[in-house]
């Protein structure tokens, strides 16, 4: 049982450049999260979805594309890559169990996917 | 705007040193408070769900308590393999009617734990 797999794990790119991080997860989930990890900073939310075909802006959107073709795939896209993007990337997904307010809601992490805009 | 700060930064205890960890929260309309583990180079592995003041949860070594502004992680008689980021994060009531809940993490305390 895979869970959250992401993809590449380790990136650099040249200011300008573009790439699109896959985040793929087996468990069935509907909602799916990207966020970014930066020292001192926390987690922050980038863009996330509560369904395939639907996304919708989180924290810290600008620069930043996603698309949710699939239930099971999230895609996350720089267009136009700069210094200020480099991060570490972590993609989660969660289900919509009921039985309380947030039951059955803890988020599920992939490993993360480290990207570096020289 | 939803708060969660967690304290101290960073930890170091001796192997068998019992300690807490803090995380305060301002949120209106709470819906879960989770705490988190983080290995260097790992995602976040899920730990606990707390939902009302005055629940608390264990697991091992750890024992997790909620009041209605703060939560803290018990440590009891930590071993070095507990050594680790543990990161605090509220889940509270998200933007529309579609029944998403938005999800806001703390920076962390890392922990370090000398045998």
């Known amino acids: 049982n895979a869970g959250v797999t992401q993809t590449p794990k380790f990136r650099v790119l040249k200011t300008g450049q573009s790439m699109t991080l896959l985040c793929a997860q087996d468990?069935?989930?509907?909602?799916m999260y990207w966020y970014r990890q930066d020292p001192g900073m926390g987690l922050r939310l980038i863009h996330y979805s509560v369904g395939e075909g639907t996304t919708a802006k989180g924290e810290v959107p600008d620069g930043y594309n996603v698309s949710r073709l699939k239930k099971q795939n999230f895609l996350l896209g720089l267009e136009s890559a700069a210094p200020s993007q480099t991060s570490v990337y972590f993609c989660?997904?969660?289900?919509?169990?009921?039985?309380?307010?947030?039951?059955?809601?803890?988020?599920?992490f992939g490993e993360g996917s480290r990207l570096t805009v020289l | 705007e939803d708060q969660v700060t967690q304290s101290p930064e960073a930890l170091r205890l001796q192997e068998g040193e019992s300690s807490s960890l803090n995380c305060s929260y301002t949120v209106s309309g709470l819906r879960g408070l989770f705490w988190y583990r983080q290995d260097p180079g790992k995602g976040p592995e899920f730990l606990f769900t707390l939902y009302s003041a005055g629940e608390e949860k264990e697991k091992e070594r750890l024992k997790a308590t909620l009041t209605k502004k703060e939560s803290f992680l018990h440590i009891t008689a930590p071993k070095p393999e507990d050594s680790a980021t543990y990161l605090c994060?509220?889940?509270?009531?998200?933007?529309?009617?579609?029944?998403?809940?938005?999800?806001?993490f703390g920076t962390g305390t890392k922990l370090q734990v000398i045998p």
């Open positions: 989660a997904s969660s289900s919509t169990s009921s039985g309380g307010p947030a039951r059955g809601r803890e988020l599920f």
């Open positions: 468990m069935n989930h509907e909602y």
């Open positions: 994060a509220v889940r509270v009531h998200g933007p529309g009617s579609g029944g998403y809940q938005k999800v806001t």
